[in-house]
């Protein structure tokens, strides 16, 4: 009896400890677009498991990208007030144990809506902090991962090396630099010219992908 109870009160302890607050960023502005799908197949997995889950969806929050000049005055001190689209969603990363990002590739970069979030949200005091000698990052208690959609096929990909270069710029670029770690960067590819059965069976690994990853 002693041990039944000992092995029931582990078996709590390991799941509590595994129970992950994921943090959704989506950017594409169709709302019927397979990212859109991919969002909801990964945020039904997720919620199946067992894990905590928000999505922000950036195109249906409005959410705008570009840093003013008012912003990009104080982008270092990070003095005086921050505007409060920007507080809200740096309070949903502080919530966050891991980030998924979603987005479709635009000149093999992400949408300027993405970009944007990046610029004014992950600033200097919040993600990081720089001087002379050293960056050092601020959210090192977070991992990230990244699905990307192309419609190019793996023999470009592969031959130019772009996904090699798109993982560096974002692994050490930019979250590398506020201290998270890109647990995962995954292709999904040729997606425009694939059929809607195709796509389904896409989705189906993605949702079997997720569950390895969690």
Same mark, same amino acid.
């Given at each position: 009896?002693? #041990?039944?109870?000992?092995?029931?009160?582990?078996?709590? /302890?390991?799941? *509590?400890?595994?129970?992950?607050?994921?943090?959704?960023?989506?950017?594409?502005?169709?709302?019927?677009?397979?990212?859109?799908?991919?969002?909801?197949?990964?945020?039904?997995?997720? /919620?199946?498991?067992?894990?905590?889950?928000?999505?922000?969806?950036?195109?249906?929050?409005?959410?705008?990208?570009?840093?003013?000049?008012?912003e990009w005055?104080?982008?270092?001190?990070?003095?005086? =007030?921050?505007?409060? =689209?920007?507080?809200?969603?740096?309070?949903e990363i502080?919530?966050?144990?891991?980030?998924?990002?979603?987005?479709?590739?635009?000149?093999?970069?992400?949408?300027?809506?993405?970009?944007?979030? #990046?610029?004014?949200?992950?600033?200097?005091?919040?993600?990081? *902090?720089? =001087?002379?000698?050293?960056?050092?990052?601020?959210?090192?208690?977070?991992?990230?991962?990244?699905?990307?959609?192309?419609?190019?096929?793996?023999?470009?990909?592969?031959?130019?090396?772009?996904?090699?270069?798109?993982?560096?710029?974002?692994?050490?670029?930019?979250?590398?630099?506020?201290?998270?770690?890109?647990?995962?960067?995954?292709?999904?590819?040729?997606?425009?010219?694939?059929?809607? =059965?195709? /796509?389904?069976?896409? #989705?189906?690994?993605?949702?079997?992908?997720?569950?390895?990853?969690?």
């Amino acid at each position: 009896m002693v #041990l039944a109870t000992f092995i029931f009160s582990a078996q709590i /302890l390991f799941a *509590e400890k595994e129970e992950q607050r994921v943090l959704i960023i989506l950017a594409h502005p169709n709302p019927e677009s397979f990212n859109h799908a991919i969002s909801k197949t990964i945020e039904a997995k997720l /919620l199946e498991k067992g894990h905590q889950v928000r999505v922000r969806d950036l195109y249906k929050l409005g959410f705008e990208p570009l840093l003013s000049l008012e912003e990009w005055k104080r982008y270092e001190s990070q003095a005086g =007030d921050t505007p409060s =689209d920007v507080k809200s969603e740096q309070a949903e990363i502080q919530w966050a144990s891991h980030m998924i990002f979603i987005y479709p590739t635009w000149w093999w970069g992400p949408p300027a809506m993405m970009k944007g979030y #990046l610029d004014r949200v992950f600033t200097p005091v919040f993600a990081f *902090e720089a =001087d002379v000698a050293d960056i050092r990052g601020k959210l090192k208690d977070k991992k990230v991962s990244i699905i990307q959609t192309t419609g190019a096929d793996e023999n470009f990909i592969k031959e130019n090396g772009m996904d090699i270069s798109v993982k560096k710029l974002m692994a050490i670029g930019i979250f590398g630099f506020c201290g998270m770690e890109v647990a995962h960067h995954e292709f999904l590819i040729g997606i425009s010219t694939k059929s809607y =059965d195709e /796509l389904k069976v896409v #989705l189906e690994e993605v949702d079997a992908m997720v569950g390895g990853w969690f």
